[in-house]
């Protein structure tokens, strides 16, 4: 029997420990709560790792990472793999370009894109090149290529060209460079290292990444060349690697049966027959069907037998159930915005819906009413347009009087300038001018009350923190564009996306896509054909939000709406962007000059493409600027209907009467009536004092303010309000290819319509 | 560098891509002495990696076969083992977690079928854990299943463990054999009586049990009027965590034995952890299977091991099922081939059909 200790009567009673607001577990079971079972989520299952571990995991990573790698060097160029891709660039004008392909592969035969194989390397390369000046189709074949190789010429000196391609691929996306020298040859043996060295520092001027210079003369050079292109590490580029994408070496169309046929190695992702392709330049397309064609270059590797794959051949048919649509936009029911109260069944059903699908701008029919009583167009754009006209009239006229007196040299020297334009552009400098000095400032209305005037605007107690619903009031060209509930977890689903078909990726294929308009066969390059494969959703139309910056020597004055030449991935377009800050936040302002030195948000209708995304914009060809000139570069921020952009205005005031906590202003308003209506909002002074409108004095714009501090007789006062804008729907794809010898325009057309 | 080519490796994020390739892939290797590596361990989970339950597990492999084990850490995702032979004895693993002794229970009983002589193991761990066959499903359909096979082995629960501390205790005897004999099992016949056991443990009320249980017992009767079914309700209130649970067995006139099973959780009524453990148990009886789908594939490494052709009518084909043949298939040679039951429907994945396998009859070296 074991002893236990009792207590006794004298047992000392310490008093309870008050819980105060604090129960216990126990405490609260007693009082009858039920009990928490621990759910498997709120419990830390992870180990921390001991040393010995995180050094097996880490040795492990390293090793998985490097086999990775190996596999991937040795697999590349063998059959199954695409042959590698090689794009000729010359970077002044008088190159052979024929004469290096010759050099580089024996046999060449024409100058479209070509593949060959080199036994000595045992390995497969194909040849295309960007002929000098065609900056167009320089921009596609380096999206597709592996390396790159810039030519240069020991006779001719760098030109512009040279920069602007540089800028132009370092924009889009850089493959790997490596560059050449011919002519070396020709040049004294006794000169040949000093040559060399002054087209070397060149070329580490342009690009001071991997610049090793090889001479392209003789054919062991060449060899010497294709030898480094097999072995260089490849740089990734993201949105190159996150497509299937093909260089086009064959194409056929067949008029009968609307068919267009290319063939060429298909690299990248998997490509199924129910994706949709894009033609850069062109549009988009259906496929009605890829198939495996025997390789044109079969590897002659005696370990790898390349045969087996082309005896079977593969076709590939789209099914109808999963092939993506071409359908852009999304159907707009005006109906939707009915004004009646819904029935308790609707209000269910839409509660169920996809957030996905848009509601329309709840009153259509307002819009067109409201764009006309919007006050701040007869300001902004008609306002300066009939100015514009008057004064453009009463030019030509006074050019005309003056033409008579001068000769005829100033006549010609005066039709080698626009005066319309000019003007235009110093009305655009001066505007510049002042909303850097004096930003989101405007004038109140003298002959108008500031309630219509700025009657779409509102005051906010704060920009940042204030609440702005998404949703409210919007227009009608958010109900054809599509929305995700979330674009992160959508982006990552396209692309892991399987349409579950057979992979050929590596293999030479033909592609057939159905429907291709046979008004579009002229557009065809002739010469290098570039085809990439759309994720799901790329497609659809949405809003599209990405970064811009300035690129340095362009000093164009850019204001937001102003078209613009835009290349977003693989596609071409023309827009009209709106700016806005880069800032965190819900709310971001909106920005009326696209101006340098920062980087701003441009908002765009556009087929939705995902992140990462290479931007580059360029100023739209006119007769005055016939080569699209670089204006500014980015990427993909995200896609969605949802930022918005806020346009603020400031209405200023001074000081009339100044007393301690209160003074008397004026110039803000300018009738009673306005001041009551604008009585809420805060005032704000450009020395920081904080203020409210206290009553209006008399009937002429006289206020009574309180403020913080006691004001400074210098300050000025000013009223924020604000407004959100929209982007206007101006998205043409661009279709046409300049070449720097053809006379220029332009030429867009809508694809849609014709397929 | 010469033993390296000798290597059979194993992508172990391959089809099902957990644990489960590795712990055949392990046992196969121990059984036939093959030096094995296998990389990408869990590669299909979000977390790959060995687990700590893994690493036991691969761990007491290594002591069985007397191997040599190389790269086992937590977290690691490439393992070499070297097995030597099987010898038999006591064993003892402790998870020092809710990992489920089950499973290196998977792996550690078709090793010790081939040891020299009776062997008896400890393990210590979660006995009733999610993502795992419970030791009553073990107890109750496993064992009376292998006896066909010719395994006599024998689990005692000395005491349960349960999520997330784990700290169960269950002692395995198991006799080695000559060599496993094949099984046929291509009929259900009647169902003639269910067995089952139900518990709650810890802080869970005792109401759970008896509702989970009468749950269980009513959508029994009501779908198999005339059964016999006792069900053992146990009650575990000093356990260290809180669990319910509940594990059925049919037992049929041709002999099978199908089970079905369900943990409770705190999300769930105790009704509806009833239902589905009833639910699972009718679900393998309506497609007339002979075999559980978490029995499925546990039968077939010894299928593979057995001597003559097996056939074992089961229900929908588990992607574990899969995984397990295409281990046995690669490193033990045997063959396999998976036949619809009805030839219009011959998705094997939707609909019942027969596994049948032509085994390599591995004897036992050592067996005296």
């Known amino acids: ?755 | 560098m010469a033993t390296k080519s000798l290597l059979t490796v194993i992508d172990g994020s391959l089809m099902e891509g957990g644990g489960q390739i590795l712990r055949n892939s392990v046992s196969c290797a121990c059984i036939c002495r093959i030096p094995i590596r296998v990389k990408k361990i869990r590669g299909g989970r979000t977390k790959p990696g060995l687990q700590r339950q893994h690493l036991m597990g691969i761990r007491l492999a290594e002591q069985i076969s007397c191997g040599r084990l190389e790269g086992a850490e937590l977290l690691s995702q490439e393992i070499v083992l070297n097995p030597e032979s099987i010898i038999g004895g006591d064993f003892y693993s402790d998870v020092k977690s809710a990992g489920s002794v089950m499973l290196l229970l998977q792996i550690a009983l078709p090793c010790l079928l081939y040891a020299s002589k009776i062997s008896s193991v400890i393990l210590k761990g979660g006995t009733n854990a999610s993502f795992a066959p419970q030791v009553d499903h073990t107890h109750l359909v496993l064992c009376p299943i292998s006896k066909i096979f010719g395994i006599n082995f024998d689990i005692t629960i000395k005491k349960r463990g349960f999520f997330p501390k784990g700290g169960g205790e269950v002692k395995v005897d198991i006799e080695p054999v000559k060599k496993l004999n094949c099984v046929s099992l291509q009929e259900m016949g009647e169902v003639l009586e269910i067995t089952g056991v139900s518990f709650v443990a810890g802080r869970c009320p005792p109401k759970v049990l008896h509702t989970m249980t009468d749950a269980a017992e009513a959508l029994l009767t009501k779908s198999l009027p005339g059964v016999k079914l006792t069900i053992n309700r146990q009650q575990h209130p000093h356990a260290m965590d809180t669990a319910s649970g509940l594990v059925l067995c049919a037992v049929t006139s041709t002999g099978c034995y199908i089970g079905g099973s369900s943990l409770g959780s705190p999300s769930e009524l105790p009704e509806g952890t009833g239902e589905k453990a009833a639910l699972e148990l009718l679900d393998s009886l309506e497609h007339k299977a002979c075999v559980d789908k978490w029995t499925q594939d546990q039968l077939i490494l010894l299928m593979a091991l057995a001597e003559g052709k097996s056939v074992v009518r089961c229900g929908p084909i588990t992607l574990h099922t899969e995984t397990a043949v295409y281990i046995a298939e690669k490193m033990l040679g045997a063959k396999f081939e998976i036949k619809p039951v009805d030839p219009a429907k011959p998705d094997c994945k939707k609909y019942p059909c027969f596994i049948v396998c032509e085994g390599i009859g591995k004897l036992n070296p050592n067996f005296i």
């Open chain 1, 1 to 755: 029997m074991e002893h236990r200790h009792k207590p006794g009567p004298l047992k000392q009673q310490n008093k309870p420990h008050k819980l105060g607001k604090h129960q216990t577990k126990a405490g609260l079971s007693k009082r009858g709560r039920p009990i928490r079972i621990p759910s498997t989520s709120s419990l830390r299952t992870d180990v921390t790792l001991g040393r010995k571990e995180r050094r097996n995991r880490a040795n492990q990573i390293r090793k998985s990472k490097r086999e990775q790698i190996i596999f991937e060097k040795r697999a590349r160029g063998l059959s199954g793999t695409p042959p590698h891709s090689l794009l000729l660039v010359p970077m002044t004008r008088h190159i052979n370009l024929t004469e290096i392909r010759t050099l580089l592969q024996p046999a060449s035969t024409d100058s479209t894109a070509t593949t060959f194989y080199c036994p000595r390397i045992k390995q497969r390369f194909t040849l295309c090149s960007a002929p000098y000046g065609e900056l167009y189709t320089l921009l596609d074949l380096a999206k597709v290529c592996d390396s790159i190789l810039f030519l240069f010429s020991v006779e001719d000196s760098i030109s512009e060209w040279a920069e602007e391609v540089i800028s132009v691929l370092m924009a889009q996306g850089l493959p790997t460079p490596l560059h050449a020298v011919t002519g070396l040859q020709s040049v004294p043996s006794k000169d040949r290292a000093q040559t060399r060295s002054a087209v070397s520092s060149v070329v580490t001027h342009l690009l001071p990444i991997d610049s090793k210079l090889f001479s392209l003369d003789t054919e062991t050079e060449a060899f010497n060349l294709l030898r480094s292109v097999s072995e260089q590490k490849r740089r990734s580029l993201g949105y190159r690697d996150n497509h299937p994408y093909i260089l086009c070496e064959e194409s056929v169309y067949d008029s009968n049966s609307l068919t267009l046929s290319l063939s060429g190695y298909l690299r990248g992702k998997p490509l199924s027959p129910n994706q949709i392709v894009h033609l850069p330049g062109i549009g988009d397309f259906q496929i009605s069907l890829i198939e495996t064609q025997s390789d044109p270059c079969p590897f002659r590797g005696s370990r790898h037998g390349g045969m087996e794959i082309d005896t079977n051949k593969v076709r590939l048919i789209p099914d109808q159930t999963l092939q993506e649509s071409l359908i852009t936009e999304a159907e707009v029911d005006p109906m939707e915005g009915e004004q009646t109260w819904p029935s308790k069944e609707e209000l269910k059903s839409s509660l169920k819906k996809n957030p996905s699908s848009w509601i329309a701008d709840p009153t259509p029919g307002e819009d067109s009413t409201e764009s006309e009583s919007d006050g701040e167009r007869p300001e902004q754009i008609s306002g300066s347009d009939s100015e514009d006209h008057l004064s453009i009239g009463s030019e030509r006229e006074s050019d005309s009087a003056i033409t008579e007196t001068v000769s005829m040299d100033t006549n010609d020297y005066d039709k080698t300038c626009d005066p319309r334009e000019e003007k235009e552009q110093l009305e655009r400098i001066r505007a510049q001018g002042e909303d850097v000095k004096f930003p989101d400032e405007r004038d109140t209305p003298i002959d108008q009350a500031a309630r219509i005037r700025f009657g779409k605007y509102r005051g906010l107690q704060s920009f940042r923190t204030s609440p702005w619903d998404p949703d409210e009031n919007l227009p009608v060209d958010y109900a054809r564009i599509f929305k995700f509930h979330n674009f992160r977890s959508t982006q990552k689903r396209a692309l892991q996306h399987d349409y579950k078909d057979g992979d050929v990726t590596g293999l030479y294929v033909t592609i057939h896509l159905k429907d291709f308009p046979s008004k579009l066969v002229s557009l065809l390059p002739s010469t290098s054909m570039v085809i990439f494969g759309l994720l799901q959703f790329e497609q659809k139309m949405s809003l599209i939000h990405f970064t811009v910056k300035r690129v340095s020597p362009c000093n164009e004055i850019v204001k937001s709406k102003d078209p613009m030449l835009l290349h977003m991935g693989c596609r071409r377009f023309l827009a009209n962007p709106i700016y806005s800050q880069h800032a965190p936040g819900d709310k971001h302002k909106y920005e009326l000059f696209f101006r340098g030195g920062g980087t701003y948000v441009a908002s765009i209708y556009a087929p939705i493409t995902f992140k990462p995304c290479p931007i580059l914009m360029f100023t739209p060809t006119s007769p005055t600027t016939p080569t699209p000139q670089l204006l500014a570069t980015g990427s993909v921020l995200m896609a969605g209907p949802d930022r918005i952009i806020c346009k603020r205005i400031k209405l200023s005031g001074h000081p009339f009467k100044i007393h301690r906590r209160s003074a008397v202003i004026r110039y803000m308003f300018f009738n009673r009536e306005d001041i009551m209506w604008f009585k809420p909002i805060q005032l704000r002074t450009k020395y920081g004092r904080v203020g409210n409108i206290k009553e209006p004095l008399g009937t002429h714009g006289h206020m009574k303010c309180t403020f913080d501090k006691q004001l400074k007789a210098q300050d000025t006062i000013l009223m924020s309000l604000y407004k959100r804008v929209y982007p206007k729907w101006t998205y043409c794809p661009y279709l046409y290819q300049p070449t720097s010898d053809v006379t220029q325009g332009e030429l867009t057309m809508e694809t849609d319509r014709e397929t």
